[in-house]
Nanobody, 128 residues
Framework: QVQLVESGGGSVQAGGSLKLSCVGSGYTVQRNCMGWFRQAPGKEREGVAALSTSFAITIYADSMKGRVTVSEDNAKNTVYLQMNSLKPEDTATYYC?????????????????????WGQGTKVTVSS
């Protein structure tokens, strides 16, 4: 079965850190443009970051810049989102997505329609 599976979410206090994982199952995520999105209750889904190792591109949303790092481990077929200095406003369900194409671009990395394949999400709760 071809799917993306996120994990690593949980509850953390403000200022804490979490590392989210997104594993490709049944196919390889290597070389694809992989995006991370989040959706807070009552809000629209927003782009957080994107990564393409094929083009050595990493893109971060302004709201997260300096606090998150996206990376990929090809041996584990996994993409990571390391989040530091978390704030209560970071509370959301986080999703990874695959464009099934190698190119990422800063002008549309946060457009959901640019991605073809999505995971089920992992919930992050940050308390003050």
């Amino acid at each position: 079965q071809v799917q993306l599976v996120e994990s690593g979410g949980g509850s953390v206090q403000a200022g804490g850190s979490l590392k989210l994982s997104c594993v490709g199952s049944g196919y390889t995520v290597q070389r694809n443009c992989m995006g991370w999105f989040r959706q807070a209750p009552g809000k629209e889904r927003e782009g957080v970051a994107a990564l393409s190792t094929s083009f050595a591109i990493t893109i971060y949303a302004d709201s997260m810049k300096g606090r998150v790092t996206v990376s990929e481990d090809n041996a584990k077929n996994t993409v990571y989102l390391q989040m530091n200095s978390l704030k209560p406003e970071d509370t959301a369900t986080y999703y990874c997505a695959d464009r099934l194409d190698s190119f990422c671009d800063g002008t549309w990395y946060d457009n959901e329609k640019a991605y073809s394949f999505w995971g089920q999400g992992t919930k992050v709760t940050v308390s003050s």
